[in-house]
Every structure is written in structure tokens, then in C-alpha cells.
């Protein structure tokens, strides 16, 4: 399939055939698994919609997982040493969106000029504020997805997903079969917010996909 998308991407610029194969990719990969899924809240979204996308990172199968419910075309921040590499650079040049890794002045930067694709091109976003997996539970969230969806001037939309971690744990290459749960959130507006309002979005972005994903958090975090 990533075969079949690099081809096609010598075409499609925007990057449309490649996010329908990556969603029946993913279909495929949940299938043989023997992983069932069931999505609520999906209907939320308007397929066509313009979103920051924002959810909790359990396990590597959680992006398969979120390609294969929500109804909307999705796009990634990839670090910018990956689109000089052949094949994986070509497919991720089709609407993906370059991101400097361990320098905040240049991830800033990052952030600002994705704001500016996402407006000008109408597309969505999916983040994992954690910055990371985690083993258990979920770590406080950066605030940069909350900083995104506000310069963009999109709705930001929180997303929980259930067991993804023991269908593929972490630290494992061995899938398990189960059920997965994906529960999307009400989209939050950003119109009229601030920079300054960022960190009061980012709390609350953390507290709804913990409420979402059901997984408890600190009282006081």
C-alpha cells in the first residue's frame, strides 16, 4: 500500500488518493489483527470540515486506528529530516506538514506556518499533545496543539481511544486481538481566542480526552 501511494502521489500533489489507501491500510492492519473498533461521536464532523484533531497516544496502533473512524482527511507534523528521504519524503510532501524536533524557536515556527497551511488549505491536523506514548495512563499535555488550533482559527476536536494499548502494547510487535474504542468529542471553537487563552485550552482539551479515553488524571493537574 505505501508502495501504491508513493506512486500515486506523483499525481495527486494534494495528497487526496493517499489518505483514502492509508485508511484502507489501516482497515486492513485492525482486520487481521482480529481487532474490532467501534467510533460514537463521529458524526460530529463534517467530512469536509476544518479541524485540529487532538488525542491521547497510547500504542502505535493509535494513528491506524483514528484513520480507520474519523470521516475527515487527516494530515501529520513530520520532522523535517524525513522529506529529504526518498519515497517516505516524496509522500509526505502530498499535504503533510514539516516540523522541527528540539528547538522550540524553530518548532514555534513550525507551528506558525502550519496555522497558515491549515487556513489556506482547508486541511485537518492530527496531534498527540503527550508528545509520546506512554506505558500507562497519560502524560500532561504540551501546548502546542491547543496554540495551533488557535492561530489556525479552527475548532479543536478531542478525541479518546480505549485499549489501543492492549491491542499493541508498547515496547511490542505483537498485535492482540480485542475491541477498540474510539470516542470523539464535541469540537471546541477557537474564534475570538488568543495565544493567552492557551493554556486554559490546553486543560481542558486534557481533561475531555482523559474523560473520553477513561483514564484518570491528577486532581490538581
Given at each position: 500500500m505505501?508502495?501504491?501511494?508513493?506512486?500515486?502521489?506523483?499525481w495527486?500533489?494534494?495528497?487526496?488518493?493517499?489518505?483514502?489507501?492509508?485508511?484502507?491500510?489501516?482497515?486492513?492492519?485492525?482486520?487481521?489483527?482480529f481487532?474490532r473498533?467501534?467510533?460514537?461521536?463521529?458524526e460530529?464532523?463534517?467530512?469536509?470540515?476544518?479541524?485540529?484533531?487532538?488525542?491521547?497516544?497510547?500504542?502505535?496502533?493509535?494513528?491506524?486506528?483514528?484513520l480507520s473512524?474519523?470521516?475527515v482527511?487527516?494530515?501529520?507534523?513530520?520532522?523535517?529530516?524525513?522529506?529529504?528521504?526518498?519515497?517516505?519524503?516524496w509522500?509526505?510532501?502530498?499535504?503533510?506538514?514539516?516540523?522541527?524536533?528540539?528547538?522550540?524557536?524553530?518548532?514555534?515556527?513550525?507551528?506558525?506556518?502550519?496555522?497558515?497551511?491549515?487556513?489556506?488549505?482547508?486541511?485537518?491536523?492530527?496531534?498527540?499533545?503527550?508528545?509520546?506514548?506512554?506505558?500507562?495512563?497519560?502524560?500532561?499535555?504540551?501546548?502546542?496543539?491547543?496554540?495551533?488550533?488557535?492561530?489556525?482559527?479552527?475548532?479543536?476536536?478531542?478525541?479518546?481511544?480505549?485499549?489501543?494499548?492492549?491491542?499493541?502494547?508498547?515496547?511490542?510487535?505483537?498485535?492482540?486481538?480485542?475491541?477498540?474504542?474510539?470516542?470523539?468529542?464535541?469540537?471546541?471553537?477557537?474564534?475570538?481566542?488568543?495565544?493567552?487563552?492557551?493554556?486554559?485550552?490546553?486543560?481542558?482539551?486534557?481533561?475531555?480526552?482523559?474523560?473520553?479515553?477513561?483514564?484518570?488524571?491528577?486532581?490538581?493537574?
Open positions: 505505501g508502495t501504491i501511494a508513493s506512486i500515486c502521489s506523483i495527486d500533489k494534494k495528497g487526496v488518493t493517499q489518505h483514502w489507501l492509508a485508511r484502507k491500510w489501516s482497515q486492513m492492519l485492525l482486520a487481521c489483527a481487532a473498533w467501534k467510533a460514537t461521536g463521529v460530529k464532523l463534517d467530512p469536509h470540515g476544518t479541524y485540529v484533531l487532538v488525542a491521547n497516544h497510547a500504542s502505535f496502533l493509535d494513528i491506524p486506528t483514528i473512524a474519523v470521516p482527511e487527516i494530515r501529520f507534523f513530520a520532522k523535517k529530516s524525513l522529506f529529504s528521504i526518498p519515497f517516505i519524503g509522500y509526505l510532501s502530498r499535504g503533510h506538514l514539516e516540523v522541527e524536533r528540539g528547538d522550540a524557536r524553530a518548532s514555534l515556527k513550525s507551528l506558525l506556518e502550519g496555522a497558515k497551511i491549515i487556513k489556506e488549505r482547508g486541511i485537518s491536523v492530527l496531534l498527540f499533545p503527550e508528545g509520546g506514548r506512554s506505558p500507562e495512563g497519560m502524560r500532561p499535555f504540551i501546548e502546542g496543539a491547543a496554540y495551533l488550533a488557535i492561530k489556525a482559527g479552527v475548532p479543536v476536536v478531542p478525541i479518546g481511544l480505549v485499549n489501543t494499548r492492549g491491542v499493541l502494547p508498547m515496547h511490542s510487535l505483537l498485535l492482540r486481538p480485542g475491541k477498540i474504542e474510539i470516542h470523539v468529542g464535541d469540537p471546541i471553537e477557537t474564534a475570538g481566542m488568543t495565544p493567552r487563552d492557551r493554556a486554559q485550552l490546553n486543560e481542558t482539551l486534557y481533561r475531555q480526552v482523559a474523560e473520553l479515553a477513561r483514564e484518570t488524571i491528577p486532581s490538581a493537574a
